[in-house]
């Protein structure tokens, strides 16, 4: 047997043997922290209408998914060098700590504004465990058993899909909708035991990759003045906001191009870059899909007066979708197909949106179904495809970088975007704090949703564009 031959049959792998080899605590260990962070995601999400019924924050729900996902961010930023510090096992014990915390805060709070302190403190801890997970991951399994691992973990989202409105409605009707953030005291409990069996204790030799601060601080403090946009209908501090953020956003780009410790790609400007068009196409992708779908499962409880769980069940089809679609376009292997399906997932994204207005306007829930399905076959065409461009056309430091920032960036255009939903919301009338809900009449979706549906249609379509400025060919020489 030559060595090719022995590495080639190492290579050989199955989902099996993830469980092989003192794996399969870790392996369980990895799920339950992907997983908790999934679920949690669907059922707060789907209770969100339940808690503005109860408590009030019409005005300012869009925070709950804003500032969860700035405080991701940052976890998911520092992880780095909290693991280094005080290694990966201790690290869950933290993140466990802080989302129990935040858990709390959420499950006792009196007003709407303690339930968005919570679920920042929720974020920052499920920032962290996301990140140690993946940190562990690319440690722990190697070769095709990474690539085994990654599926499994792309079935826990569309499993979480499933499980987390089922979730959300069977600890609501027990435990009211507290019930969906103190269930996490036992998850809590339950990711720290796991790492304490599974996780090993060991630290990062070396010092610390610490984050530049004066890069960092400013572009957090501009995706956090921008969300405070969602708050206002007058145009006079919407503009200040928007002027205040674009000022930080130079600042910290400017200290970025003299920092010795770089986060962002070198060409992520140039827009003859594929990394850069790559970049704007998640982007926008995530900005305007958030945007677009913050309201939905009050959508379709107000319109279709359905119930909390099946409304989260119809909702959370485009994430079911979007693994289809993932699964669906996973053997395509030449450059110019993928290139094909990113074209295909943009336009089907584009005209999800356009039959979602139709659907809220007609008030035709398989319409609406329908939009949601598109939605996710959508995303899942496309995604796979465009996040290996951004990686694909650099080497070295600049593809860790440009791997490293696609989940800081998805935060921050989910962030943005639900700041977005909340002005467009407020400045078409939407919402409507007298409604026996608290937040909608069934006229006013019929009537005002549409409109904001029309605005993103039309706000997608120049992104259309960006696909076809891709290179046709894959790069002889990587830069």
């Known amino acids: ?131 140690l997970a993946y940190m562990v991951l690319a440690e722990s399994y190697k070769g095709n058993l990474m690539t085994r691992m990654i599926g499994i973990l792309a079935i826990v989202w569309a499993l979480a899909a499933a499980i987390g409105p089922m979730a959300a409605g069977i600890l609501e009707h027990f435990f009211t909708w507290r019930g969906t953030f103190l269930v996490n005291f036992v998850i809590g409990l339950v990711i720290a035991i796991q790492a304490f069996f599974a996780v090993p204790d060991t630290k990062r030799l070396g ?24 708050q206002f209908t007058d145009p006079l501090p919407i503009a200040a906001l928007l002027i205040a953020a674009a000022g930080l956003v130079f600042i910290g780009l400017r200290a970025e191009r003299h920092s010795k410790r770089r986060m962002l790609p070198l060409r992520l400007f140039d827009p003859r870059s594929p990394v850069a068009i790559a970049y704007m196409v998640t ?94 076959l959508g995303l899942g065409w496309q995604n796979i495809f465009i996040e290996k461009i951004a990686v694909q056309f650099v080497r070295g430091r600049e593809r860790d970088r440009a791997a490293a920032m696609l989940p800081p960036m998805d935060n921050a255009a989910s962030a943005f975007g639900a700041a977005l939903a909340g002005l467009v919301a407020l400045n078409i009338a939407l919402i409507n704090p007298d409604a026996p809900n608290g937040l909608f009449t069934a006229d006013g979706v019929q009537s005002s949703a549409p409109l904001m549906s029309v605005l ?24």
């Open 207 to 230: 010092a610390a990759t610490k984050p530049d601060m004066r890069v960092l601080l400013p572009l957090i403090l501009a995706i956090t003045i921008l969300c405070f946009i969602g």
């Open 1 to 131: 047997m030559t060595d090719q031959s022995n590495d080639a049959n190492a290579e050989k792998t199955s989902f099996a043997d993830l469980l092989k080899e003192g794996r399969a605590l870790l392996t369980l260990t990895l799920i339950i922290a992907i997983g908790s962070h999934a679920i949690n995601i669907f059922a707060v999400r789907t209770v969100l209408p339940t808690i503005v019924a109860d408590i009030g924050g019409a005005k300012i729900l869009f925070w709950s998914t804003a500032l969860f996902s700035l405080m991701a961010i940052l976890g998911g930023m520092l992880t780095i060098n909290l693991k280094s510090s005080i290694g990966a096992r201790q690290s869950f014990y933290l993140a466990a700590i802080l989302l129990v915390i935040g858990s709390a805060i959420g499950g006792f709070a009196p007003i709407f504004e303690v339930i968005i302190i919570g679920r920042g403190i929720q974020g920052f801890a499920e920032g962290i465990l996301v990140s």
């Open 283 to 376: 982007l926008l992708v995530n900005v305007l899909n958030t945007a677009n779908a913050l309201y939905n499962v009050a959508y379709v409880q107000t319109l279709w007066n359905i119930d909390l769980t099946l409304a989260g069940y119809m909702t959370a089809l485009p994430a079911a979708f979007w693994t289809v679609g993932s699964w669906s376009v996973s053997g395509v292997s030449t450059y110019q197909a993928q290139r094909r399906w990113i074209i295909i997932g943009i336009y089907a994204i584009w005209l999800s949106v356009a039959l979602s207005a139709i659907a809220l306007k007609l008030a035709s829930l398989p319409l609406f179904l329908l939009s949601l399905t598109l939605l996710g």
């Open 456 to 479: 993103f249609f039309v706000l997608h379509t120049p992104m259309l564009v960006l696909p076809h400025i891709l290179p046709k060919t894959p790069p002889r020489k990587i830069t």
